[in-house]
């Protein structure tokens, strides 16, 4: 599994480079319908991407919302067609679920 790596840019600026990651997966999701994605042992850090919006949960099912939630317990949106990079800590799963049919993928680094 690729790490992160740190670079410095023109202004010597410390900005985070990305390997391209050699673990990689993808889910299928059906319209309104959750699927899981287990995190390898080795992985700190993912980016999290889909053709359509999706919502991310970890650690349980993930949910559109469909009324506020105010508690702290929403799932974060991730806008079709964006790229989100999370650490992972001790997470061993995450879920992902869409209003619509579409491929979400997970790139997973060390």
Not at 45 to 55: E, H, K, P, R, V
Not at 64 to 76: M, Q, R
Not at 86 to 96: F, K, P
Request: charged share 15%; net charge neutral.
């Amino acid at each position: 599994m690729q790490p992160l790596k740190v670079i410095k840019d023109s202004d010597n600026k410390t900005v985070i480079g990305l390997n391209i990651s050699d673990f990689v997966n993808a889910r299928v999701l059906a319209a309104s319908t959750a699927e899981t994605i287990t995190v390898p042992k080795a992985a700190r850090y993912i980016i999290i991407s889909g053709n359509a919006d999706l919502w991310v949960d970890v650690g349980k099912t993930s949910v559109v919302p469909a009324a506020d939630i105010t508690n702290g317990s929403s799932p974060f949106l991730v806008t079709g067609g964006t790229k989100e990079l999370r650490s992972l800590g001790e997470v061993t799963h995450i879920s992902v679920i869409s209003v619509q049919a579409c491929i979400a993928t997970a790139e997973f680094y060390a």
